[in-house]
């Protein structure tokens, strides 16, 4: 009678163990997916930093090649107005210099 309880009790010790076995089997399969996701994480967080680092840069080029253009037609602006300038400045000082050379 003892051995049989005792026989009970080792079959249902390896039962339980064989149990235990198959959880930890689960539980270390689900702590490798984990670890695989944390690690793409890790990964798409770092890919996400240099994305963003990239873009403010082309923001900076974008704007300075903005500004460029529009500083240009600023520049351009000047010029045309200084030569109109000029050629008034020339056409008044003809003028005034045939005015003096007809009264003369």
């Known amino acids: 009678m003892v051995g049989k309880g005792i026989t009970g009790t080792l ?3 390896d039962h339980e163990i064989r149990s235990l076995k198959h959880r930890i ?3 270390e399969e689900q702590n490798k997916t984990i670890q695989d ?3 793409t994480v890790r990964e798409l967080a770092l890919n ?3 994305m963003i680092e990239e873009q403010k840069a ?3 080029r974008l704007d300075k090649l903005e500004g ?3 500083e240009e037609w600023e520049a351009m602006k000047k010029h ?3 030569t109109i300038l000029g050629v008034l400045a020339a056409g008044a000082t003809s003028g005034i210099v045939y005015l ?3 009264s003369f």
């Open 58 to 60: 082309q923001g900076k």
């Open 25 to 27: 089997n689960d539980l």
């Open 37 to 39: 996701l944390v690690l």
């Open 80 to 82: 045309l107005i200084h």
């Open 100 to 102: 003096i050379a007809q």
């Open 48 to 50: 996400m930093k240099r």
């Open 68 to 70: 460029k253009s529009g």
């Open 11 to 13: 079959t249902a010790h």
